[in-house]
C-alpha cells in the first residue's frame, strides 16, 4: 500500500473540504444577490450583537464547566485550566477541516493534568453522543406541534431521525462494551477482522480503552451537573438565535427605505438550531462555511417566506456565523498566548503519539 506523505494527506483534506464548502455556498446563495444582502445587513439593528455575544459568553462557560464534570472522575481539573483547554481546543475545532479539531481539547488536558489522552477523548465522544441525542430529542418534539407536513418538514424530520440512529447506536455501543467489554472487542475483530487485520487491531484497542475510561464515569452528582449544564448550553444557544433575529426587525433601516421585517419566534429559533447542528454535522472547510448557512436557510425557510430567507434570512445566517466564528477564534488566540503555545505548535503535537504521559502544565 502507497504511503502518502503528511503534507499531501493535508493537501488532498482540504481541498475535499473546499470543495463541500462551495457546493453548499452555491446551493445557499444561488437565489439571492449581493444588492439584496448588502440591503438587508445595512437595515439590521446592530444593538442586539451586544445580548447575543453575552450569550456566547454563557455559552462557552457552561461547555466548560460540563466537561469538567465529566472529567471529574478521573480528577478534578481547576476551571483555568479547564478553561484554557476549552477555549483553544473549540478554536481549533473551528478551523481545522473535518472536526479535526476534535483531538485539540485531550491533547491540552493531558498536558493541564494527569489524566490520558485516550480517557480525555472518551470524555468527547460521550459529550457528542449526549449532545446528539439530546438535540434529536428536543427536534422531535418540537417538530410534533408543527402542523403542515410539507416536503420540507419530511426531509427535516428525517434528519432527526437519521441523527437518533447515528449517536443512539454509537450510545448502545459502548453501553454494550461497559457491559461486555471483552466480548465487544473479539466483535469488532470478528467483523472488522474479515476486511482488515490492522484496522480490526487498532479498532479495538480504541473501543478497549474507551471502555475502560468509562468505568471511571463521575459521581451521580457531577453527572447531574454535566446534564444540567448540556440543558443550559443549548437552552442559551437558541435564546441567543432567538435574540440575534430581532437584530433583522427594520428598526435599524433607513428612514424611507422599504423593508419587511423578519420575525422569528423562540419557539422557531430552537427548531433552526436543531436544524443547524444536523447540518454542521456534514465535515466542510475551516469555519463550516456553506454548511452553515445552508442549513440554517434550510431551517428559516420551515416559517418564512422564500423571497425573506434568501434577502433577510441569509443576512441573519452569515452574522450569526460571523459573530460565532470571531468569538471562539478570539477566544482562543487569547488563551493560546496566555498558554505561551504557538498554532503551528499546538498542531504539530496533535499528530504525535496520543497515551504516553501527560505532563502537567508549569503554568
Given at each position: 500500500m502507497t504511503l502518502y506523505p503528511p503534507a499531501v494527506k493535508r493537501a488532498v483534506n482540504l481541498i475535499a473540504s473546499l470543495l463541500v464548502t462551495v457546493a453548499f455556498m452555491w446551493?445557499?446563495?444561488?437565489?439571492?444577490?449581493?444588492?439584496?444582502?448588502?440591503?438587508?445587513?445595512?437595515?439590521?439593528?446592530?444593538?442586539?450583537?451586544?445580548?447575543?455575544?453575552?450569550?456566547?459568553?454563557?455559552?462557552?462557560?457552561?461547555?466548560?464547566?460540563?466537561?469538567?464534570?465529566?472529567?471529574?472522575?478521573?480528577?478534578?481539573?481547576?476551571?483555568?485550566?479547564?478553561?484554557?483547554?476549552?477555549?483553544?481546543?473549540?478554536?481549533?475545532?473551528?478551523?481545522?477541516?473535518?472536526?479535526?479539531?476534535?483531538?485539540?481539547?485531550?491533547?491540552?488536558?493531558?498536558?493541564?493534568?494527569?489524566?490520558?489522552?485516550?480517557?480525555?477523548?472518551?470524555?468527547?465522544?460521550?459529550?457528542?453522543?449526549?449532545?446528539?441525542?439530546?438535540?434529536?430529542?428536543?427536534?422531535?418534539?418540537?417538530?410534533?406541534?408543527?402542523?403542515?407536513?410539507?416536503?420540507?418538514?419530511?426531509?427535516?424530520?428525517?434528519?432527526?431521525?437519521?441523527?437518533?440512529?447515528?449517536?443512539?447506536?454509537?450510545?448502545?455501543?459502548?453501553?454494550?462494551?461497559?457491559?461486555?467489554?471483552?466480548?465487544?472487542?473479539?466483535?469488532?475483530?470478528?467483523?472488522?477482522?474479515?476486511?482488515?487485520?490492522?484496522?480490526?487491531?487498532?479498532?479495538?484497542?480504541?473501543?478497549?480503552?474507551?471502555?475502560?475510561?468509562?468505568?471511571?464515569?463521575?459521581?451521580?452528582?457531577h453527572v447531574a451537573l454535566f446534564f444540567l449544564y448540556t440543558f443550559v448550553y443549548w437552552g442559551l444557544n437558541g435564546l441567543g438565535m432567538a435574540l440575534l433575529a430581532r437584530a433583522f426587525d427594520c428598526s435599524g433601516a433607513a428612514p424611507g427605505v422599504a423593508c419587511e421585517p423578519m420575525n422569528l419566534s423562540l419557539f422557531q429559533s430552537y427548531i433552526v438550531m436543531c436544524v443547524l447542528v444536523v447540518g454542521v454535522m456534514i465535515p466542510a472547510a475551516p469555519g463550516m462555511m456553506g454548511t452553515f448557512q445552508a442549513a440554517t436557510k434550510v431551517g428559516l425557510g420551515l416559517f418564512l417566506p422564500a423571497a425573506m430567507v434568501n434577502a433577510h434570512g441569509l443576512a441573519y445566517a452569515n452574522v450569526l456565523w460571523l459573530c460565532q466564528t470571531v468569538q471562539q477564534i478570539a477566544f482562543g488566540l487569547i488563551l493560546l498566548s496566555i498558554s505561551h503555545m504557538s498554532f503551528r505548535e499546538l498542531a504539530g503535537n496533535m499528530k504525535k503519539g496520543d497515551d504516553t504521559s501527560a505532563t502537567r502544565s508549569a503554568a
Open positions: 446551493w445557499a446563495f444561488r437565489d439571492t444577490d449581493v444588492s439584496t444582502q448588502i440591503a438587508s445587513l445595512k437595515a439590521a439593528n446592530y444593538a442586539w450583537l451586544l445580548p447575543y455575544f453575552l450569550c456566547l459568553a454563557g455559552i462557552h462557560v457552561f461547555r466548560t464547566l460540563r466537561w469538567g464534570a465529566l472529567l471529574s472522575g478521573l480528577e478534578h481539573v481547576p476551571f483555568r485550566k479547564l478553561n484554557e483547554a476549552s477555549g483553544i481546543g473549540f478554536m481549533m475545532l473551528l478551523v481545522l477541516p473535518f472536526r479535526l479539531g476534535e483531538f485539540a481539547r485531550p491533547f491540552l488536558i493531558a498536558q493541564r493534568s494527569s489524566i490520558r489522552r485516550s480517557a480525555a477523548m472518551t470524555s468527547v465522544v460521550l459529550e457528542r453522543i449526549t449532545d446528539g441525542l439530546f438535540v434529536a430529542a428536543l427536534f422531535r418534539v418540537l417538530l410534533f406541534f408543527i402542523p403542515t407536513e410539507t416536503p420540507e418538514v419530511r426531509y427535516v424530520k428525517l434528519g432527526s431521525w437519521l441523527m437518533f440512529a447515528i449517536f443512539g447506536g454509537g450510545l448502545v455501543f459502548l453501553l454494550l462494551g461497559l457491559w461486555q467489554q471483552e466480548r465487544t472487542v473479539r466483535l469488532v475483530r470478528a467483523t472488522v477482522g474479515r476486511f482488515s487485520p490492522g484496522v480490526a487491531d487498532k479498532v479495538a484497542d480504541i473501543v478497549d480503552t474507551f471502555v475502560g475510561a468509562m468505568r471511571q464515569l463521575p459521581d451521580r452528582k
